[in-house]
């Protein structure tokens, strides 16, 4: 049974750097696309990143890009996200997903309904 569990968010200035995780107790990540999400208040959700199941793929929403890194832990079970120069935009509840049939090693699904499991969120809030 895949459970995803979030960690890592809290209270941070603009500027500032946060690296949320995102494990899975029950089974590894070794053949599942896995991607971050994340969901304003009074907006819906976007698309922050997604990583290949082969780990040689990296996929960005443009919002993030060049601020943002996503990788995959050395025991295949835990998906990182790295957050640098936050703003105060990037404020929201972020969610990992995981894709359990992606069509190839190296796709990164950007779209939620490519999705099969989802964590709970952890919150993210950046003051100016």
């Known amino acids: 049974q895949v459970q995803l569990v979030e960690s890592g968010g809290g209270l941070v200035q603009a500027g500032g750097s946060l690296r949320l995780s995102c494990t899975n107790s029950?089974?590894?990540?070794?053949?599942?696309?896995m991607g971050w999400f994340r969901q304003a208040p009074g907006k819906e959700r976007e698309f922050v990143a997604a990583?290949?199941?082969?780990?040689?793929?990296?996929y960005y929403s443009d919002s993030v890009k060049g601020r943002f890194t996503i990788s995959r832990g050395n025991a295949q079970n835990t998906v990182y996200l790295q957050m640098n120069s936050l703003k105060p935009e990037d404020t929201a509840v972020y969610y990992c997903?995981?894709?359990?049939?992606?069509?190839?090693?190296?796709?990164?699904?950007?779209?939620?309904?490519?999705?099969?499991?989802w964590g709970q969120g952890t919150h993210v809030t950046v003051s100016s």
């Open positions: 990583i290949s199941w082969s780990g040689g793929s990296a």
């Open positions: 029950g089974r590894t990540f070794r053949r599942y696309a």
């Open positions: 997903a995981a894709d359990f049939t992606p069509s190839n090693s190296d796709y990164t699904p950007n779209q939620g309904h490519e999705y099969d499991s």
